[in-house]
C-alpha cells in the first residue's frame, strides 16, 4: 500500500491504510490538535531526528488489559518493601525528558525529540497526557508517561535510573486504569518486556473497534494528582497474578 503524505489541513486516511509494517503517512505537523487526532483514530507519530514526520498503525497492536495483568514475585516482593514512591503529574516535564536522556546515554536512539516533548508536554498542560512518577525520597528514580483519551490510555515510554521503578510506576498505572473502569492500556508496538506484564496483540481491526468502545466514554481531563491514590494498590497487587 502506498505512504500519504499529509498536508497542513487537519485529517488523516484510515488506519486500516496502513502498509504491512505499520506506516500510514509522512509529513503534516504535530500541533496538539493534530496528535489528538490521530490517537483517536488509532493512530501515533513515531520518528527520529532529521527524519520527517511518520504516523503509524501497526497490526497487530500490542495492547495491555487490566483484569490481563501479571506482577512477577520479584516485583511483589519488590512493591512490599516500600521502596519507591508513587505520584501521578507532579513532574511531568521532567519524566517526558528523562525518557528521552536514558534512550540517548545508553546508545540507542529516540523519538522523544525536542518537538514531541513540546507537544506532549503541551498535552499534559491540556489536561489529557499524564506521568506517573517514582521517588526514592526527593529524587525521581522512574516513571512513565502517556495519554489518555475517553477510558484509553496510550503509552508512550518509561525509563529507570533505578531497578525496578518503571515497573513499580507500571503497576500502580495499571491499578488506578482498573479502578476507572479503563478498558486498555495501548502498548502499541510488541516487545517481550510488556509481553511478560501480560500484554497481548490483537488485530488492528479489534484495536479500532475496542478503541471505538473505550473512546464513548468520558475523558478524566486534568490532573490526576488527586484521584491517583496510591495506597488503593494493594487490592490489585494481591490480586496480581505471578
Not at 503541551?122 to 517514582?134: D, K
Not at 525496578?164 to 486504569?177: C, E, G, R, Y
Request: proline fraction near 5%; aromatic fraction near 12%; hydrophobic fraction near 40%.
Amino acid at each position: 500500500m502506498p505512504v500519504f503524505l499529509l498536508s497542513d489541513m487537519m485529517g488523516f486516511p484510515p488506519a486500516g491504510s496502513a502498509r504491512e509494517d505499520g506506516l500510514l503517512a509522512v509529513g503534516g505537523d504535530l500541533r496538539p490538535e493534530r496528535v489528538e487526532q490521530a490517537y483517536r483514530c488509532g493512530i501515533f507519530p513515531w520518528y527520529s531526528q532529521n527524519e520527517p514526520i511518520l504516523w503509524w498503525s501497526p497490526d497487530p497492536r500490542l495492547v495491555l488489559y487490566p483484569n490481563d495483568f501479571k506482577i512477577s514475585r520479584r516485583l511483589r516482593r519488590e512493591m512490599r518493601q516500600g521502596r519507591f514512591r508513587i505520584t501521578a503529574d507532579t513532574a511531568f516535564q521532567h519524566v517526558i525528558s528523562a525518557c528521552a536522556s536514558s534512550r540517548t546515554a545508553q546508545g540507542e536512539g529516540t523519538w522523544i525529540v525536542n518537538e514531541m516533548i513540546d507537544t506532549y508536554t503541551r498535552l499534559y498542560h491540556r489536561g489529557i497526557a499524564h506521568s506517573i512518577e517514582a521517588w526514592e525520597g526527593r529524587r525521581l528514580v522512574g516513571g512513565l508517561y502517556g495519554l489518555s483519551l475517553g477510558r484509553a490510555f496510550f503509552g508512550e515510554s518509561m525509563f529507570s535510573l533505578i531497578s525496578n521503578a518503571s515497573k513499580v510506576a507500571l503497576v500502580h498505572l495499571m491499578a488506578f486504569l482498573d479502578r476507572q473502569a479503563f478498558h486498555f492500556l495501548d502498548c502499541q508496538v510488541t516487545t517481550g518486556h510488556l509481553l511478560r506484564f501480560g500484554a497481548c496483540e490483537i488485530p488492528r481491526r479489534r484495536f479500532l473497534e475496542e478503541l471505538e468502545s473505550a473512546l464513548a466514554e468520558q475523558t478524566l481531563i486534568g490532573p490526576w494528582t488527586e484521584t491517583f491514590n496510591s495506597k488503593q494498590v494493594s487490592t490489585f497487587f494481591g490480586s496480581g497474578q505471578g
